[in-house]
């Protein structure tokens, strides 16, 4: 009913920037907040950035003041601009969305499938 298409992935040296984005597409009535989260190998996954319909934001502190979150709600699309990038960002990144569906009105908790952002020292 409803997907999730994230692109922008990819390997950059340390210290480099890429920007992520994803794509809501479906039968959406409305959605409500968007996050990115990763997981790296042997680790669990966490939030990174998340960001409310109203534009509100959070970010774990490892990120803080480098990692910016945004959306375009026109577009149902949701950014994640990731700047001085170190080793330790690399992971698989995921997106996630809180959508409302067109059938029922009913609340659906989307996926992506996941883009690998790998950085070099």
């Known amino acids: 009913q409803v997907q999730l298409v994230e692109s922008g992935g990819g390997l950059v040296q340390a210290g480099g920037s890429l920007r992520l984005s994803c794509a809501a597409s479906?039968?959406?009535?409305?959605?409500?907040?968007m996050g990115w989260y990763r997981q790296a190998p042997g680790k669990q996954r966490e939030l990174v950035a998340a960001?409310?319909?109203?534009?509100?934001?959070n970010y774990v502190d490892s990120v803080k003041g480098r990692f910016t979150i945004s959306r375009d709600n026109a577009k149902n699309t949701v950014y994640l601009q990731m700047n001085s990038l170190k080793p330790e960002d690399t992971a698989v990144y995921y997106c996630?969305?809180?959508?409302?569906?067109?059938?029922?009105?009913?609340?659906?908790?989307?996926w992506g499938q996941g883009t690998l952002v790998t950085v070099s020292s």
């Open positions: 479906g039968s959406i009535f409305s959605i409500n907040a």
């Open positions: 996630n969305a809180e959508t409302i569906v067109v059938v029922a009105l009913r609340y659906l908790e989307v």
């Open positions: 960001i409310t319909s109203g534009g509100s934001t």
